[in-house]
Antibody, heavy 118, light 107 residues
């Protein structure tokens, strides 16, 4: 069974930083492109970033480009999101998600809440 | 970016009803469309991919159709467990974009 477990969320002031982690199990992590998707309170879903299996192709939403950095450690079956220069509009639940046979999100973690507020 | 528009935004229905949700893309996406179900406080769960392929383990009362720019998700007989918010997502091109969601409420 695929399991994705996010951690690292919390409360941070505007301009601050957080690092999210996602621990994967139940599948061959090193064979799949991984993603972060977020959902602001009461709002819809927004893809944030993706990273291919060898980290050769990394993509970001325009809203986070230059501030967020995605990375992975295939030896640890882990995905990361370094978030810098955080803004109030970054407040959201952040989900780790794996692509299916095509770039749809086949499996999701339970999410971790990031709150940016003064 | 491709814009995805769902209708209606909210739908009130009763157990046993046939329910249809529409998703329109701002440009053609072939059949590269997925549907998700999300319950309050939970992660989304994929129901359909490639417009009409049922994800493993998803009940057969769910079906999807369409291609190009117009798509539908149909629940043939609404069950109590189906009251949730549904999202479509195109994955024809980066970035994969979602519709705004359709909340299915109890009538």
């Amino acid at each position: 069974e695929v399991q994705l477990v996010e951690s690292g969320g919390g409360f941070v002031q505007p301009g601050g930083s957080l690092r999210l982690s996602c621990a994967a199990s139940g599948f061959t992590f090193s064979s799949y492109t991984m993603n972060w998707v977020r959902q602001a309170p009461g709002k819809g879903l927004e893809w944030v970033s993706s990273i291919t299996i060898s980290s050769t192709i990394i993509q970001y939403a325009d809203s986070v480009k230059g501030r967020f950095t995605i990375s992975r450690d295939n030896s640890k079956n882990s995905l990361y999101l370094q978030m810098n220069s955080l803004r109030a509009e970054d407040t959201a639940v952040y989900y780790c998600a794996v692509y299916g046979s095509g770039n749809y999100f086949k499996s999701w973690g339970q999410g971790t809440l990031v709150t940016v507020s003064s | 970016d491709i814009q995805m528009t769902q209708s209606p935004s909210t739908l009130s229905a009763s157990v046993g009803d046939r329910v249809t949700i529409t998703c329109r893309a701002s440009q053609t996406i072939s059949s590269w469309l997925a549907w998700y179900q999300q319950k309050p406080g939970k992660a989304p769960k994929v129901l359909m991919y490639k417009a009409s392929s049922l994800e493993s383990g998803v009940p057969s009362r769910f079906s999807g159709s369409g291609s190009g720019t117009e798509f539908t998700l149909t629940i043939s007989s609404l069950q109590p467990d189906d009251f949730a918010t549904y999202y479509c997502q195109q994955y024809n091109s980066y970035p994969g974009t979602f519709g705004q969601g359709t909340k299915v409420e109890i009538k």
